[in-house]
C-alpha cells in the first residue's frame, strides 16, 4: 500500500539544519517541508528588503539548500519552503545560484507569489472590504499609513501546481505553516478538493511538524530529564497513507522522544477553538483525534474531521509601532533585590526630572519575576544575585536610545555592587500586528505559479 | 483529599497568536481530567493570570486527549512584536499554569509519577 513519508526540516528562520540532513540521509522521505515564517519573521525581512533590493528572504535558504540538493538529486527528495518571505522571486535566484554554484543540473526550481497585498489595500478599500482587526473590529484607519507589509496566508493548491509541473524545489512567502506539508499528499495521493477529512489530517500532520522538534521531546513539559540526546536531536517524520491517517517518528539514531504525550502538546500549540482550526484548504476538527503508541518512537494519529474551507483568507499586516530601548545590570548578594528596586526607584527620577516621556517603562527583575510576572511569589529575599531590566516604549529610535545612558554611572554612584553591564544595546523597532480576512478569490486570482531551470 | 500542585500531575505547552496567548493542559488520566474539567474553570485561570492577561479566557475540551485549551485574550500587552515584556510570546505560560493547585482524591493520585 502506497504511503508518503515527509520530513520536517526548519520551525522557525534561524534554526539548524543538521536534524534535515540526518532526515535526508537516514530518514527514508520523498519530501522535506520547511515552515520558514512566524508573524515575527516578515518583519524582519521587510526591513533586510529596505537596505537591499535583492534580500527579503530567509538568508539561511543558501546553507539549507547547500545540504539538501545534493539529496534532491541522489535520491529525489523535494524540498518545500515558506523561506521566500517578503521576496520569493529573490529566494528561487538564491536557490538557482547555490545549484549552479554546486554544478547542479537539471533541477527545476518553482516559486509561488500572489501573498504580498500590501499595494493593494487601496484596491479592497475602494471594493468596500472591511479590513477591521479581527479579533477586536477596530478600524484599521489610524494604523493605515504605517504599515510595513500586507500578506494573506495561502493553502496548499499552488504548491501542489508547482509539483504537477515537475518541480524539484517549492519557495513560496506567506503560506500557512502546515501548506507545505500537505501539499505533497493532495499531489501524490490525488486527494479531491472536498475530500474535507483527508485534507484535514494532512493538515494536522503539517502542524505536528512544522514546529521542529516540538513533537519530539522539544520543549517537553513532562519528564523531559528523561529525554535523551538533546544535543543532536531528531526531527519529526510523517508516513502518511492514502486514507490519511499517519504515523509520526523521526530518524532512529537521533534524540528525542515521540510518544502520545510528546506529540499532544504539540497538537494544541497555537490551536484555538480545536474544533475549528481554519485553514485555506480546510476547517480541521482534532475534538476526534485518537493518539496511539504503537512502536518506539512511534504515535499513530487517526480520526481527524475536516469541514469545508472558508470563504476567506487570513491576511496579518505589520506596522510600524515604535521604538524599544532596553538595559540590563546585575546585583549581587547581600540585598540583591532591594539594590536592584533602589536602581529602578532612581532611573524613574532622573526620567522625570530630564522630562523624557516614554509611552511606557517596564521593569522586571531577571532571576525573579522576569518570565513570570506577577505570578512570581518565592524567595525574594533569598537571591544570590538578581538582574533588572528595564525597557521603554519611544516614539522615535533617537529618544530610545536616550534611556541606555543613565546607567553606566550608577554603577559608581548608586546602590553597591552593581555589575554583570553587558553594554548599552540599540534600540530596537517594534511592530504592530494586524489581522484581517478577505474574500478569496481576490488574492487568488493574482497567484502565480513559474518554474525556472538550472 | 490532597491539594496537588499541576506541576506535578499534568503537563503544559503554551503558544503565541497576536495578542492571544493558548495554554494546552493535559490531564494523566481520565478521572484527573474530570477533576481539571471541574476546577480549571476559565473564571480561575482568568484570576490565576491577573496582571498578565487583560481580556477573557475561553475554555475548550478535548476529552479524547484529556486535554483543556484555554484561549487568553489581550495577554501579551499588544503581542509579540510590540511587547515589552521579556516572555514576548507566551512561551511561560504553560509553565506559570502548572503553579496552580488542585484538589484530588487521594486514591487518584496513587499511579501518577510525572
Redesign the interface.
Given at each position: 500500500m502506497k504511503t508518503v513519508r515527509i520530513g520536517a526540516a526548519q520551525g522557525f528562520y534561524g534554526d539548524t539544519i543538521e536534524p534535515a540532513v540526518a532526515t535526508a540521509e537516514k530518514g527514508n522521505v520523498q519530501y522535506i517541508c520547511f515552515d520558514a515564517l512566524a508573524e515575527l519573521t516578515m518583519a524582519i525581512l521587510v526591513k533586510d528588503k529596505r537596505k537591499n533590493e535583492n534580500a527579503g528572504f530567509t538568508k539561511d535558504i543558501s546553507v539549507q539548500m547547500k545540504a539538501l540538493l545534493p539529496y534532491v538529486k541522489d535520491k529525489g527528495i523535494k524540498l518545500l519552503t515558506n523561506g521566500g518571505g517578503i521576496n520569493p522571486i529573490g529566494a528561487q535566484q538564491e536557490i538557482l545560484r547555490v545549484a549552479r554554484e554546486m554544478g547542479i543540473k537539471d533541477l527545476k526550481v518553482a516559486v509561488v507569489t500572489g501573498d504580498n497585498v500590501l499595494d493593494r489595500i487601496p484596491e479592497f478599500e475602494e471594493k468596500g472590504y472591511s479590513l477591521n482587526h479581527l479579533d477586536t473590529d477596530e478600524s484599521i484607519d489610524h494604523i493605515k499609513e504605517k504599515l510595513e507589509f500586507a500578506n494573506a496566508y495561502i493553502g496548499a493548491q499552488p504548491i501542489v501546481r508547482a509539483l504537477e509541473a515537475g518541480a524539484d524545489i517549492v519557495v513560496t512567502g506567506r503560506t500557512t505553516d502546515t501548506a507545505q506539508f500537505l501539499a505533497p499528499l493532495i499531489y501524490e495521493f490525488d486527494w479531491g478538493q472536498e475530500e474535507w477529512d483527508k485534507l484535514a489530517s494532512g493538515v494536522f500532520m503539517g502542524h505536528l511538524l512544522e514546529c521542529s522538534a516540538q513533537s519530539t521531546g522539544g520543549n517537553f513539559s513532562g519528564n523531559w530529564q528523561d529525554i535523551e540526546g538533546f544535543d543532536q536531536i531528531g526531527y519529526p517524520i510523517a508516513e502518511v497513507s492514502r486514507n490519511g491517517e499517519f504515523i509520526v517518528s523521526k530518524v532512529e539514531e537521533r534524540g528525542g522522544l515521540v510518544t502520545v504525550d510528546t506529540v499532544k502538546e504539540q497538537m494544541l500549540y497555537e490551536i484555538h477553538d480545536p474544533s475549528a482550526y481554519l485553514t485555506p484548504d480546510v476547517i480541521v476538527d482534532l475534538t476526534n483525534v485518537r493518539l496511539e503508541n504503537v512502536g518506539p518512537n512511534q504515535v499513530k494519529v487517526t480520526g481527524t474531521r475536516g469541514k469545508p474551507r472558508p470563504d476567506t483568507l487570513k491576511v496579518v499586516m505589520g506596522y510600524e509601532n515604535g521604538y524599544a530601548g532596553q538595559v540590563i545590570v546585575g546585583f549581587s548578594w547581600p540585598d540583591a533585590m532591594l539594590k536592584a528596586k533602589k536602581v529602578d526607584e532612581i532611573i524613574r527620577i532622573q526620567l522625570e526630572r530630564k522630562g523624557l516621556n516614554y509611552e511606557e517603562i517596564r521593569t522586571d527583575f531577571m532571576g525573579y519575576n522576569s518570565l513570570s510576572g506577577p505570578l512570581a511569589h518565592e524567595n525574594e529575599s533569598e537571591l544570590n544575585e538578581v538582574y533588572l531590566r528595564m525597557a521603554v516604549k519611544a516614539k522615535t529610535k533617537q529618544e530610545a536610545g536616550l534611556f541606555s545612558r543613565l546607567f553606566p554611572p550608577l554603577a559608581l554612584n548608586g546602590p553597591p555592587s552593581m555589575s554583570g553591564f553587558s553594554g548599552n544595546t540599540a534600540p530596537r523597532a517594534l511592530l504592530g500586528m494586524w489581522a484581517t480576512l478577505l474574500p478569496r478569490e481576490e488574492v487568488e486570482k493574482q497567484i502565480k505559479v513559474e518554474i525556472a531551470e538550472v | 483529599m490532597a491539594v496537588v500542585k499541576l506541576k506535578d500531575i499534568a503537563?503544559?505547552?503554551s503558544?503565541?497568536?497576536?495578542?492571544?496567548v493558548?495554554i494546552?493542559v493535559?490531564a494523566p488520566n481520565q478521572a484527573i481530567y474530570e477533576e481539571f474539567l471541574a476546577q480549571l474553570t476559565p473564571e480561575r485561570i482568568k484570576a490565576?493570570?491577573?496582571?498578565?492577561v487583560k481580556g477573557e479566557v475561553?475554555r475548550?475540551e478535548?476529552p479524547?486527549?484529556f486535554?483543556l485549551?484555554f484561549?487568553c485574550?489581550e495577554a501579551l500587552a499588544?503581542?509579540?512584536?510590540?511587547s515589552?515584556?521579556?516572555?514576548n510570546l507566551g512561551k511561560?505560560f504553560?509553565?506559570?499554569m502548572?503553579?496552580l493547585e488542585i484538589e484530588v482524591a487521594d486514591h487518584l493520585l496513587v499511579d501518577i509519577k510525572?
Open positions: - | 503537563q503544559a505547552r503558544g503565541d497568536k497576536g495578542n492571544i493558548n494546552g493535559f490565576h493570570f491577573a496582571g498578565l475561553l475548550y478535548l479524547n486527549i486535554g485549551n484561549v485574550k499588544g503581542g509579540g512584536s510590540s515589552l515584556r521579556l516572555d511561560c504553560g509553565s506559570n502548572l503553579r510525572k
